[in-house]
Nanobody
Framework: VQLQASGGGLVQAGGSLRLSCAASGSIFSSHVMGWFRQAPGKERDFVASIRWGVGNTYYADSVKGRFTISRVRAEKMVYLQTDSLKPEDTAVYYC????????????????WGQGTLVTVSS
């Protein structure tokens, strides 16, 4: 599968962005789609994930209540609605796919998109 992330940009603190991830190829119900982010000089961190089949969602504590992950199966699209953005949310955001049922670990996600930059100004 190929993943194409988009929707990043520059936003003021408190603002919102909707990130999109377009997938090509087959995605099965057992797969998990996730969003990760990587700030300059830091490791890539889990943000949110969703089970492709049943739609169960999972979030990092740092974004719970502010971010919402969703998917449209028929369109093979995954979204990350980011609200109440903070400067510490600044990072490159990546969408990814896990085929082993993994939910949060970077190593479980084997297919990655190219990333989209989110910059939150104070």
């Amino acid at each position: 599968v190929q993943l194409q992330a988009s929707g990043g940009g520059l936003v003021q603190a408190g603002g919102s962005l909707r990130l999109s991830c377009a997938a090509s190829g087959s995605i099965f119900s057992s797969h998990v789609m996730g969003w990760f982010r990587q700030a300059p000089g830091k490791e890539r961190d889990f943000v949110a994930s969703i089970r492709w089949g049943v739609g169960n969602t999972y979030y990092a504590d740092s974004v719970k209540g502010r971010f919402t992950i969703s998917r449209v199966r028929a369109e093979k699209m995954v979204y990350l609605q980011t609200d109440s953005l903070k400067p510490e949310d600044t990072a490159v955001y990546y969408c990814a796919r896990a085929r082993n049922g993994g939910l949060r670990l970077v190593d479980d996600f084997v297919d990655w998109g190219q990333g989209t930059l989110v910059t939150v100004s104070s």
